[in-house]
């Protein structure tokens, strides 16, 4: 007797239509999920699968069909080296491991300190007709504008970095804002002991700070420190991201006023500029946690100006979020809606382990 792997191996849709009592056209829809059936003629079509176990092999299908699918993906302009460099590199590798389905990728930046831009920048990729689409969100009311295009047309669309839930993406990848600034400050206060006072460094542009992932994390940060140390003093101080070249003197300025305060954190990826500002200093008594695995943030950490940085895994989020649209859109799987991003806090002892595994994994 044949066992069911062959018998199933040799099942054809022409054979599904005729037991099913319906058009092969009918059949392929019902696998692909399309409209255009009956309810009738569905639940024909899934009893017969389902008595079958029929699996379909999406991935055979999708190299036979040669169909081109062109992903869009909308980022923050930024520098080579800085964060979004990791993300853009997990993006290309995920190109790479899927490029048997005919798959491209375009990549366009917007200001994130500018209003408007990331609304210029998602239509321009809307004028291309992408089959989904990988986007960082700016603020809440230029983010709707472009969703609610996508949603128009029935394009798929992937968040990382930062997650705004209630406008539905298929996916979100990065991590939990509010939960990491809440562990940060639990960190900080471990760190500070029965210090009684922290400066929060903020990278902000015209009011405007640059990632929803920042304000957030403040958020959490705030949380923790008014439900466990109401009584601690926190110091905000804004550097001007379009005038880095006046960095220095506000620094000077400020710690000139509050010689005293030796902790501080910020909570975006330009940690460096602390970091470097206290090794040209030579002040080796102040006591710094920042975010992501920039060169120049390892580099501080290495001297012994940054205490703790908090990794979220940009390469990651960058490969999960084209890896998605292609089980999505292509192999026809499920794909898990809210994605997190470990906590990992890292230090100069543990620092080189995570990065060795982290090159190993790539």
């Known amino acids: 007797m044949e066992n069911v792997d062959k018998q199933t191996a040799r099942i054809r849709i022409k054979d599904i239509a005729q037991m099913a009592e319906v058009s092969v056209g009918t059949v392929d829809r019902v696998l692909h999920g399309r409209t255009g059936v009956s309810e009738a003629s569905r639940k024909k079509v899934e009893n017969i699968l389902k008595q079958l176990d029929y699996q379909p092999n999406m991935y055979a299908s999708a190299l036979a069909s040669n169909k081109k699918y062109v992903f869009a993906c909308l980022l923050p302009m930024h520098a080579e080296g800085d964060y979004w460099t990791d993300v853009e590199k997990g993006m290309q590798q995920a190109m790479k491991a899927f490029s048997d389905f005919n ?19 998602g239509n321009r990729l809307l004028t291309m007709e992408p089959d989904g689409l990988v986007i960082s ?45 809440y562990f940060a400050a639990r960190m900080m206060k471990m760190l500070m002991q029965e210090n009684k006072e922290l400066i929060i460094f903020r990278q902000i542009n015209e009011g405007r700070l640059g990632s929803n ?10 949380a923790y420190m008014k439900e466990h140390h109401p009584d601690l003093k ?21 710690f000139q006023k509050h010689p005293d305060i030796s902790y501080g954190i910020t909570f975006n990826s330009k940690s460096y500029i602390i970091g470097e500002y206290m090794l040209k200093h030579q002040r080796h008594d102040f006591h710094l946690i920042g975010y992501d695995l920039l060169s120049r943030n390892i580099a501080c950490m290495r001297a012994g100006t940054i205490d703790f940085l908090i990794s979220q895994q940009p390469t990651r989020q960058g490969y999960s979020s084209i890896e998605s649209l292609c089980n999505y859109l292509i192999l026809k799987k499920k794909v898990k809606e ?13 620092i080189d382990f995570y990065l060795n595994a982290h090159s190993n994994n790539n």
């Not at 504008?145 to 992937?158: A, D, F, G, S």
């Open 103 to 121: 798959i491209s990728l375009h990549i366009d930046y917007y200001d994130q300190y500018e209003f408007g831009s990331f609304v210029s920048a």
């Open 137 to 181: 969100p700016t603020i809440e009311t230029e983010t709707e504008q472009i969703v609610k295009q996508l949603q128009q047309r029935n394009i798929p669309y992937i968040f990382i970095d930062s997650n705004i839930p209630h406008l539905t993406p298929l996916a979100f990848y990065g991590q939990h804002a509010n939960q990491s600034g």
């Open 234 to 254: 926190m110091w905000e101080l804004n550097l001007y991201a379009k005038q880095p070249g006046e960095d220095e003197s506000i620094l000077d300025d400020f």
């Open 213 to 222: 992932q920042q304000l957030h994390r403040e958020e959490g940060f705030y």
């Open 338 to 350: 809210c994605n997190y991003m470990p906590i990992n806090l890292l230090t100069i002892e543990n």
